[in-house]
């Protein structure tokens, strides 16, 4: 069985960053992507940024993110990290890892909050 583990949350001022990271353990999993999705209360999930390794490395970001954050990884360690700079109180949310292989897997979600 194949478990992603986030970690890297906590609180930060407006402004700040943080980096986030993701490794997956268990047996040989070969994933063809990568990814990070967030959700704060009362919403629903939504996508942040993704990582393809089966093409070349390209990354996609919302649009919410895009120019803030930077997603970068170890496809053969299946690790993948979330550098998020200046943060907005309106990033604040549980990120979750996302991996894309045989199956799709989540992670158990880590903690952001940006306080204004």
């Known amino acids: 069985q194949v478990q992603l583990a986030e970690s890297g949350g906590g609180l930060v001022q407006a402004g700040g960053s943080l980096r986030l990271s993701c490794a997956a353990s268990?047996?040989?999993?070969?994933?063809?992507?990568m990814g990070w999705f967030r959700q704060a209360p009362g919403k629903e999930r939504e996508f942040v940024a993704r990582?393809?390794?089966?093409?070349?490395?390209?990354?996609h970001y919302a649009a919410s993110v895009k120019g803030r954050f930077t997603i970068s990884g170890d496809n053969a360690k299946n690790t993948v990290y979330l550098q998020m700079n200046s943060l907005k109180p309106e990033d604040t949310a549980v990120y979750y890892c996302?991996?894309?292989?045989?199956?799709?897997?989540w992670g158990q979600g880590t903690q952001v909050t940006v306080s204004s």
């Open positions: 996302n991996a894309n292989g045989p199956t799709n897997i």
């Open positions: 268990g047996r040989t999993f070969r994933t063809y992507a």
């Open positions: 990582i393809i390794w089966d093409e070349d490395g390209s990354t």
